[in-house]
């Protein structure tokens, strides 16, 4: 039978397992509002003091009314928008739902998790906030999911990276920068994180156990009866 017809074009590269699974996702993004909207007056306000913005901002927001109940997550994102950045009770909030928030601008006062997070973010594209809303509500908290801010996650990108080679940059990164040993996780603290922001899933988008996946990077020979542990929602930054 001639075979030729049929096979004329086609992409061996292409993994029929990994195909399955990222079907799986719903990749469609909402058209809505950011979930935390900034009072773009109050913001503007605060920024053209030169001292106190704290203070102001406090003052702004009415946070002694307690009908007010603005939240420490919103409270975060106009900190942040205010280049505020000596709040510690947000710092630790932030810390405690493993945010991906980074306050400080000076990154010689980053703490384990903002250099995590500085580390991904000039190496790879991550999280699986930046997927569908979908999969990110499935998979996150209510205060990780609210920090969605709209990028969609590529789909179609298939070079997911192997767990063992995100922490391996991650060391290296921290002595170029310059980090101290109290700014540098472990990579215990590391792998935590990442598991948040980027599990490895067996059956994308129906459960939350953190195992082996079937997908395979761009950088591994395609091997159909073998799993290779990958994370799936993180690839390189080109």
């Not at 058209?31 to 030169?50: F, G, M, S, Y």
């Not at 106190?52 to 702004?60: A, I, M, Q, W």
Request: glycine share 4%.
């Amino acid at each position: 039978m001639p075979v030729e017809k049929y096979i004329v074009g086609y992409d061996f590269s292409k993994n029929w397992t990994e195909d399955q699974l990222i079907d799986e996702i719903d990749d469609e993004i909402k058209d809505e509002k950011p979930l935390i909207e900034l009072n773009n007056d109050i913001v503007k306000k605060v920024n053209n003091r030169k001292r106190d913005k704290k203070k102001t901002l406090y003052r702004l927001l009415e946070l002694g009314d307690k009908e007010q109940k603005i939240n420490l997550l919103t409270l975060s994102k106009y900190e942040r928008a205010c280049h505020i950045t000596n709040d510690t009770a947000i710092q630790t909030y932030l810390n405690n739902i493993h945010s991906t928030i980074i306050l400080n601008d000076n990154d010689k006062k980053f703490n384990k998790r903002e250099t995590i997070i500085s580390y991904l973010n000039d190496n790879f594209v991550w999280g699986i906030e930046r997927s569908s809303h979908d999969v990110a509500r499935e998979y996150l908290g209510d205060d990780l999911f609210n920090e969605w801010q709209g990028g969609a996650f590529d789909l179609s990108v298939r070079n997911y990276v192997k767990s063992k080679d995100i922490w391996k940059g991650y060391r290296p990164y921290c002595e170029k920068k310059g980090f101290k040993p109290r700014q540098i996780a472990t990579i215990t603290e590391f792998n935590n994180y990442v598991n948040i922001h980027c599990p490895e899933l067996d059956g994308v988008g129906r459960d939350k156990k953190i195992v082996s996946s079937v997908l395979v990077s761009d950088y591994d020979s395609i091997d159909m009866e073998k799993s290779v542990k990958v994370k799936t929602f993180v690839r390189r930054r080109k």
